[in-house]
C-alpha cells in the first residue's frame, strides 16, 4: 500500500472532507448508463453526461442504454442488463459505472455488489465536480454540506465498497473511506458547517450591501452552463474571467464594471450556470447566483446555438429562475436573450427558433455586441412606448409580461394595450404580423 493510499485510510473521517482531498486522485474510465422512456430520449443526456464526466477528469469508455416504461425499482435497469453492463465494464477496464439518473440508496448498493466497481450516479457526479472547482469559503461549506447530506442515507454498504476501489471520482469530500461507520460524527459536522455558513452568508451580505449602493445599473448573465457567459463577460468588460469548455467553468459570482455605449456604465455580473434536474441539495450552493438575478436591473440570458438541446437548455433556466428566484407575482427585471455562438458551424443558420427570440452574437468573435449594448441600453433607459398587439398575441404577451418585458395595460376592442421599453421594430420581431397582415402599432 503506498504512503498516499496509507494517508487516506488512517486519515480522519470527516475533518479533512475539503481542501486536500477535494481534488482528482488519478484518470479513471467510465461507461455511462441511461434508461430510456417513451416520454424521455435519452441522446442529450448522455450527451450532456459525458461531458459532466470529462468536466470531473473522467473518460467514458462505452454508453449502454435500456429502453423501459420506468427504471427498476431494485437494480434501475433490467437484472439481465446489469450482466451485461458487468461484462462490459470488465472488457473495457471501465472504474466506474455513471447512471444518468439519481439512484436510491437500495439502487446504488445493489448495483455496486454486482458490478465489483463504483457506481455514481448523476448527482453525485454534480456534486464531485463543484467540490472540485468551489474556490470561495462560503462555496465549498455549501458544496461539502450538500455532499453529507446526500450521502447521510446512503451510507449503509457504500463505505466498504469505496474503502476497498479507493480514491477518485464520488470519493472526495465525504463518503471517502468508512463513512458509514459514525453517523453521530458526521451529523456533528453538519451542525458545524452549518454555523460556518451563517457567517459566511453575513459576509457575503455585506459584499451585496456595497453592490446595491452603486448607482450603476446592474446586469447579471444567467443561461446553461458552459453557454459562453464568462466568455461574454470578457468581451463586455475587457477582463479576464476564467473560460473554459468545460461545464461549471464559474462556481463564483464575478462583478466587472463595463462600457455601455454613448458614455454609459454598468456592472455585468457573471453567474453559476444552471442545468437540468438540478440536484436540490446544491440550490443553497447558488445562494449568490439567485440573489444577483433576483436584484438586477436587467437580466441577460445566454443561449447556446450550437447545443443541440437549445430549447431545453433555455427551458430549463427559466423553470430555475421561477421556481428558485421569482416565487412572487411580484415585479422581476426585464431579460434579454443573447443567442450565443453564431460563429460555430452547428448555429449557423439554424431556423429551430420558436421558442426564443433575441439579439444573435458571438462572445468569442465579437459579433452583433454593438446591437446587444444597443438592446441594454435601450431597455434601462425605461423610455417606454405603448402598443396594441392582436388578441392573437395573447399567449406571447402573457410570457413576455412574466418576464418583464412587456406590461399590459388593458384590453381594447382592437386588441391588448401593453407597455415596453423595446423599439416598435422589436415588439413586431417578438409579435408576428396576424393573418390579416396587421401588426403591432403605436397607441400613442
Not at 89 to 96: Q, T
Not at 100 to 112: D, M, T, Y
Request: glycine share 8%.
Amino acid at each position: 500500500m503506498s504512503d498516499e493510499q496509507d494517508r487516506r485510510a488512517e486519515g480522519p473521517l470527516v475533518e479533512d472532507y475539503t481542501g486536500e482531498r477535494a481534488r482528482v486522485y488519478g484518470a479513471e474510465c467510465a461507461v455511462l448508463v441511461a434508461v430510456e422512456t417513451p416520454k424521455a430520449p435519452v441522446d442529450d443526456a448522455l450527451r450532456e453526461l459525458s461531458s459532466l464526466a470529462r468536466t470531473a477528469g473522467v473518460e467514458p469508455l462505452g454508453e449502454m442504454i435500456q429502453a423501459r416504461n420506468r427504471p427498476d425499482p431494485s437494480t434501475f435497469i433490467g437484472k439481465g442488463k446489469v450482466d451485461e453492463l458487468k461484462a462490459a465494464a470488465e472488457e473495457l477496464g471501465a472504474d466506474v459505472v455513471l447512471f444518468n439518473e439519481e439512484l436510491s440508496p437500495a439502487q446504488g448498493r445493489n448495483l455496486e455488489e454486482i458490478l465489483g466497481r463504483k457506481v455514481i450516479d448523476r448527482t453525485q457526479l454534480i456534486l464531485d465536480i463543484f467540490a472540485q472547482r468551489a474556490a470561495t469559503k462560503e462555496a465549498r461549506i455549501q458544496v461539502e454540506l450538500a455532499q453529507l447530506r446526500y450521502l447521510l442515507p446512503r451510507l449503509r454498504g457504500w463505505g466498504e465498497a469505496l474503502s476497498r476501489l479507493g480514491g477518485g471520482i464520488g470519493t472526495r469530500g465525504p463518503g471517502e473511506t468508512k463513512l458509514e461507520v459514525d453517523r453521530d460524527k458526521i451529523n456533528r459536522r453538519i451542525h458545524a458547517l452549518e454555523r460556518q455558513l451563517v457567517k459566511a452568508e453575513a459576509e457575503r451580505r455585506i459584499q451585496r450591501k456595497h453592490r446595491t449602493a452603486s448607482p450603476l445599473p446592474k446586469i447579471v448573465l444567467v443561461g446553461y452552463t458552459n453557454s459562453g457567459k464568462s466568455t461574454l463577460l470578457n468581451r463586455l468588460c475587457e477582463s479576464d474571467a476564467l473560460v473554459e469548455d468545460k461545464l461549471f467553468a464559474t462556481l463564483a459570482t464575478s462583478v466587472r464594471r463595463g462600457d455601455l455605449g454613448e458614455g454609459r456604465t454598468g456592472l455585468f455580473i457573471d453567474t453559476v450556470g444552471f442545468i437540468r434536474d438540478l440536484p436540490h441539495h446544491l440550490i443553497p450552493a447558488f445562494a449568490s447566483t439567485l440573489e444577483a438575478a433576483r436584484e438586477a436591473d436587467l437580466l441577460l440570458h445566454l443561449v447556446d446555438l450550437a447545443s443541440p438541446a437549445a430549447e431545453e437548455e433555455h427551458r430549463t433556466v427559466l423553470f430555475t429562475l421561477d421556481r428558485e428566484v421569482f416565487q412572487t407575482d411580484g415585479a422581476r427585471p426585464p431579460t434579454i436573450d443573447a443567442l450565443n455562438k453564431v460563429d460555430l458551424d452547428l448555429a449557423r443558420g439554424r431556423t429551430d427558433l420558436s421558442f426564443v427570440d433575441g439579439v444573435r452574437i458571438s462572445a468569442q468573435e465579437g459579433t452583433g455586441i454593438d446591437l446587444l449594448l444597443d438592446r441594454i441600453r435601450s431597455v434601462l433607459s425605461k423610455e417606454k412606448k405603448r402598443f396594441l398587439v392582436p388578441y392573437s398575441a395573447g399567449p406571447l404577451v402573457r410570457r413576455l409580461a412574466a418576464r418583464g418585458q412587456v406590461t399590459v395595460l388593458g384590453y381594447r376592442e382592437s386588441g391588448i394595450e401593453i407597455e415596453s421599453a423595446l423599439c416598435p421594430e422589436d415588439v413586431a420581431r417578438l409579435i408576428p404580423p396576424t393573418e390579416t397582415g396587421s401588426s403591432p402599432s403605436s397607441a400613442e
